[in-house]
RNA sequence: GUCCCUAUCGUCUAGCCUGGCCCAGGACACCGCCCUUUCACGGCGGCGACGGGGGUUCGAAUCCCCCUGGGGACGCCA
């Protein structure tokens, strides 16, 4: 085991979405490939927002991702007394002090900062004062100003550098008592020895203040790796306008989890031209100096591309067992039906999700099929009377229905009819499957069987007009 | 507004560090052709980019500067 240490650190207040499943994907790859430590944490210092059902929804589609971690979950509500003490320490040390100012007057002076195109920062009104009111008050970090800069080396980015003046006294306890996010994350990252922080790029802005923080802490400062954002295709911040950014949302529309880990991965990462990345591909080849440095779009095309790749070329059970559940949920008693794998086989070179698959799969199932209007009029005509007499007598005389006896079949058919394979496939086509579309006409006859292929030739005839 | 990041086809990107092999390669999407019993798959081909301006250099997508565009942050959210 090496000593590398990362984590994933969402806060519950929602989904696993998109942009976090990458973090967590990149984190997860680091720690594989490197024999290092995965660390889950959930930041759920704001009690208030933070839910066990998203806990749950987090947990759920990490798992569904593959994403393993090797330490936690760790809950920061259960550690409240560790950062207590942290806050008592800085402040017994005169490196954070109390402030009564209110949220109404701080509002204020950021407007006023605001409109007079000042950055708004906090002006240090309470920073020296001796007295103690009896008032409701925060904890402020007394941001250090013996170095007029802090300059962090980003493993993505390169060198990133701040101006102290650029900063203020950021507020590390509530009113209510409960620390901020910016002091618990230094905190437990430091308590827990990560040593590389992999993140959103949305925190580049944070880093300078928690870096200082460390220091006053006395921690060592981990490396950091922020990953660029996550765009729509309007080039803004990906968003549920976008389309689905949940995870597994992508789940319930049928997608795989290699699918969406290749697409992600591929977001803003690169290996040459290469596109197809098994799990263990990305273990061996992933790496921070490949990912690019600019926010990349969320392409829902290729998603789909990879996925129909991933179905394209999986395994038979697998497929069968993941297509079950969409078929049931269409209604449909797969027990009364073909084997599932064959049903797959037939479907998985045109199916892009599961969700076309198991529409694709719903005429192999029950003793009947409804025919498409459209279908029925222009191919079950009374002139394919006399065809679909003579397919029936072919096929019943057909001992078993595999391609080779069945192209047999059809031969005399033609022979007898004087029709092209064409004219004869495609009524048949709607007499079996009710609609002009389907897998090849041999292989619908050898899933559904002599019985059934039968029974729906004879059905057709039936309602020929 | 201020600060930080960033910039190759519509999109994801290779190339950039170590200038010439690049009148820029791959993938998705799109278009055409072929294959074909339908729908697909597949094969072949096409469309399509170095944001702009200055430098440096014999030579710049590659190095430097400015501009512009895009993103992010500026919270008693994380």
Redesign the pocket.
């Known amino acids: 085991m090496s000593d590398l240490r990362v984590r994933f650190?969402?806060?519950p207040?929602g989904y696993l979405h998109i942009g976090g499943a990458r973090t967590a994907l990149f984190n997860y790859l680091l720690a594989r490939q490197q024999d290092g430590t995965f660390v889950l944490r959930i930041?759920?210092?704001?009690?208030?927002?933070?839910t066990q059902e998203s806990v749950d929804a987090i947990l759920q589609a990490m798992d569904w991702l593959g994403l393993a971690c090797d330490e936690g979950p760790f809950y920061?509500s259960d550690r409240f007394d560790v950062y207590r003490r942290k806050i008592q320490q800085l402040i017994d040390e005169g490196k954070a002090y109390r402030?009564?100012?209110?949220?109404e007057e701080?509002?204020a002076k950021?407007e006023a900062?605001?409109k007079?195109?000042?950055?708004?920062?906090?002006d240090g009104t309470c920073r020296n004062r001796s007295d103690q009111p009896d008032a409701?008050?925060?904890v402020r970090f007394k941001l250090p100003h013996d170095r007029e800069e802090t300059t962090f080396v980003?493993r993505?980015?390169?060198?990133?550098?701040?101006?102290h003046d650029?900063l203020?006294d950021?507020?590390i306890?509530?009113?209510?008592g409960?620390?901020?996010?910016?002091f618990?994350?230094v905190v437990d990252d430091a308590e827990m020895n990560i040593n590389l922080v992999i993140r959103?790029?949305?925190?580049?802005?944070?880093t300078p203040r928690q870096i200082l923080l460390y220091e006053a802490l006395g921690y060592p400062v981990p490396e950091f790796a922020?990953v660029?954002?996550i765009?729509g295709?309007?080039?803004?911040?990906l968003s549920k306008r976008h389309g689905a950014t949940s995870v597994m949302a992508y789940q319930e529309m049928g997608y795989l989890p290699e699918s969406m880990v290749n697409y992600l991965v591929?977001?803003?990462?690169?290996?040459?031209?290469?596109?197809i990345f098994s799990m263990a591909d990305l273990i061996e080849k992933f790496s921070l100096e490949?990912?690019?440095?600019?926010?990349?779009?969320?392409?829902p095309?290729?998603?789909?591309?990879?996925n129909?790749?991933y179905i394209?070329t999986g395994d038979l059970d697998r497929l069968a067992g993941l297509l079950q559940p969409f078929l049931e949920k269409k209604g449909i008693d797969v027990a009364n039906g073909p084997d599932l794998k064959a049903v797959v086989k037939t479907l998985q070179?045109?199916?892009?999700t599961l969700v076309e698959m198991a529409d694709?799969a719903v005429f192999y199932f029950g003793e009947t099929v409804d025919y498409d209007e459209k279908a029925k009029t222009k191919f079950l005509k009374n002139d394919q009377r006399e065809l679909f007499e003579i397919l029936l007598a072919q096929l019943e005389a057909c001992e078993s229905f595999d391609e080779a006896s069945l192209e047999t079949a059809f031969a005399g058919v033609m022979e007898s009819t004087g029709l092209?394979?064409?004219k004869?496939?495609?009524p048949?086509?709607v007499a079996l499957?009710g609609?002009?579309?389907?897998?090849?006409?041999?292989?619908?006859l050898e899933v559904l069987g002599k019985e059934t292929s039968l029974g729906r030739i004879k059905r057709a005839l039936e309602v020929l007009a």
């Not at 007079?116 to 906090?122: D, F, L, N, V």
């Not at 409960?178 to 910016?182: D, Q, V």
């Not at 959103?200 to 944070?206: A, F, K, L, P, S």
């Not at 095309?301 to 990879?306: A, G, I, P, R």
């Open positions: 650190a969402p806060s207040t930041e759920d210092t704001d009690v208030e927002r933070s920061q402030c009564y100012c209110t949220p701080l509002e950021r900062a605001m007079e195109g000042r950055k708004p920062k906090y409701p008050s925060v980003d993505i980015k390169g060198p990133i550098t701040f101006r650029e203020d950021l507020i306890q509530r009113t209510d409960t620390p901020t996010y910016n618990v994350v959103g790029d949305d925190h580049v802005n944070n922020h660029p954002m765009l295709s309007d080039k803004k911040r591929r977001l803003g990462w690169s290996y040459g031209d290469e596109e490949n990912v690019g440095r600019a926010a990349g779009v969320f392409n095309e290729k998603l789909l591309w990879l129909s790749h394209k070179e045109r199916s892009a694709g092209k394979f064409g004869i496939a495609q048949l086509r499957t609609g002009t579309a389907s897998p090849s006409i041999y292989q619908v």
